[in-house]
């Protein structure tokens, strides 16, 4: 399974790519959610669609209690063909909490 050979290869972002992988289909009804690596940041992503025919969306699992400069939030978009990127921040008693990435401000929807 690739999913093993990647839990294997990154043993400190496995549970977090896992319990969010889990949200994703779970929860959250995602049609598929597939891991992939990144080996430039030596790091794994999700991608996926939450229905068919949607626009594919790349989770970047993260630990809450870890900083994400802006330096590695642009490192981690800059490769990427999914047009949206969207943040899994994972706090210590297991809440996940998703925010979209853009370039520059959006406004609220009301």
């Known amino acids: 399974m690739k999913e093993m050979k990647l839990f294997e290869k990154y043993p400190v972002q496995a549970w977090m790519l896992y319990h969010v992988y889990l949200d994703l289909k779970l929860v959250k009804n995602w049609d598929n959610a597939e891991p992939f690596e990144n080996t430039e940041l030596r790091m794994c992503f999700l991608r996926g669609q939450h229905v068919k025919g949607a626009t594919i969306e790349t ?24 047009s949206n990127v969207v943040l899994g921040c994972l706090a210590g008693d297991s809440t996940l909490t998703y925010y979209r990435l853009s370039q520059g401000l959006i406004i609220p929807k009301e």
């Open 59 to 82: 989770v970047v699992p993260v630990d809450s209690n870890n900083s994400v400069t802006g330096h590695q939030l642009e490192d981690m978009t800059k490769n990427e063909t999914s």
